[in-house]
């Protein structure tokens, strides 16, 4: 059993992980639209690597025998009018997850749930991951996308992302 706090937000982190897959996925949807498939399957992986985030949180809970409730997932609700538009809300959005998980481990913490910490070591680490990919990807339009030459490389090295499950298994 864990703390009644610590199983809340730990419930609360499932529903935010699919709304990242959710956005990603709509993220995704946009560059696909408009023909920019390297863009796509980049945020496609992404999406796949949230899902798998969430679903790491059900298994940790139902592993220390607590109930898992699932809520509804908000639709993401944001209006793209350039290619760039994404890659920022992309950063904001891993910046404000990361927040998410570091509360979480704040409240382990002053519940001597060192378990739980345990547990939300590697989001942490993987947290410094993902906002330098989102970083690295606002620069990078920046540096090389400016004329469509450069924004077809740029989508080609995008399509060389690949999808690796989790390292973390529980
Ligand atoms: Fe699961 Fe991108 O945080």
Known sequence: MLNKEVTKLLNEQINKEFFSAYLYMDMANYYADNSLNGF?????VQMQEERDHALLFRQYLLNNGEVVKLEAIAGPDKV????????????AHEQFVTASINNIYEVAYQNKDFRTMQFLDWFIKEQGEEEKNADDNIKKFDLFAGDPKGLYMLDNEMKARMYTPASLVL
């Open 80 to 91: 793209y009018t350039n290619f760039r538009d994404p890659l920022p809300l992309a950063l």
């Open 40 to 44: 796509e399957n980049w945020f496609f």
